[in-house]
């Protein structure tokens, strides 16, 4: 199985730890370095390399590619999207699946300024997320994340990334597996716990195979 944008491993460690054969990787050398890291730390050998989206390359083919978190709305570019389905597609042996979270659409809508944090030791971590733009036509997402480093009630550092999002649309990133040619989809809101993916509060993951029909 291969998980593009792998990041430190969080999801493809504890999948290694279950027995399952992973490979991933990441643009990021640091999030690859960190990942590196914690599998030697527990015995594996390093899964991960540094590559991206849009020039991954592997000389053999995969059972499945995985992309949890919505890492995919990270390409806010709906041609370069397309073609990286495509490499997807290309990447995976006849009958392998591609599964991919994406978040509701509705996103966009929402109100921005999210404050979040979390303790670390005596440590307290902090991530504020400022609007810069939201264009509803593009269906894309600019925003501000500043992150904050607090000991004893002073702050010690603070880095800020900006992060663009395209959200897409169910009908969309469905036709968009279908031009790259995936025709057998299947369609999940909140990893099955309702009935219809209309009905999802958070996640919509997308189930595709070469050949099939379209369920839901
Ligand atoms: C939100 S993290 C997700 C990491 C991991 N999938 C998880 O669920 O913990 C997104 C990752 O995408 C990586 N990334 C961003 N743009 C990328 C690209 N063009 N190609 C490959 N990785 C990319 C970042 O470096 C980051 O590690």
Known sequence: MLEPAAGNGRVLIPLLESGLNMFGFDASPEMVAFCEE??????????????????????????AIILPAGSFQLIVDPAIALRVLDRFREALLPGGRLIIDLD?????????GRARHWHDGQDILTLQEGSVERNFMRQTMLSQLRYELWREGK??????????????GLTEFELALRIVGFSSIAIFGDYGRVARPEEAGQTITFEARVGGELRK
């Open 155 to 168: 702050l010690v550092s603070t880095e800020m990334e900006l992060f663009h999002l395209r959200l897409w």
């Open 104 to 112: 509701l659409l509705s996103c966009l809508a929402d109100a921005p």
């Open 38 to 63: 914690e599998c030697t730390r527990r015995g594996f050998p390093t899964p991960v390399d540094i590559q991206t989206f849009e020039a991954f390359s592997y000389e053999h083919r995969f059972e």
